[in-house]
């Protein structure tokens, strides 16, 4: 079973940056994809997405302030948030996609202040 640890989450101001971690318990060059998802209330949502070869997309509203990267030698898939808005505010999620399989982390919060 794949373990992913999301780590880096906290409260900031509106304004400011965080960087999120995500730490696989194998290779992640092995997964299609991965990826981070905020959970507010009654949805879980993509804000941000990397392929194994390296293409990324974005939700509008993370275009321009947020940047996803991997690490292969380290496992480990990053989401660098810079510019953070109240809106921003939710439970972030690791996500981890191989062949049919979806794994998840247990999420780290994110407060944005106003």
């Known amino acids: 079973q794949v373990q992913l640890v999301e780590s880096g989450g906290g409260l900031v101001q509106a304004g400011g940056s965080l960087r999120l971690s995500c730490a696989a318990s194998e290779s992640i060059f092995d997964f299609n994809a991965m990826g981070w998802y905020r959970q507010a209330p009654g949805q879980r949502d993509l804000v941000a997405r990397i392929?194994?070869?390296?293409?990324?997309n974005y939700t509008d509203s993370a275009k321009g302030r947020f940047t996803i990267s991997r690490d292969n030698a380290q496992n480990t898939v990053y989401l660098q948030m810079n510019g953070l808005k109240s809106e921003d505010t939710g439970v972030y999620y690791c996500n981890a996609n191989r062949k049919s399989n979806n794994y998840w982390g247990q999420g780290t919060q994110v407060t944005v202040s106003s």
């Open positions: 392929s194994r070869r390296g293409s990324t």
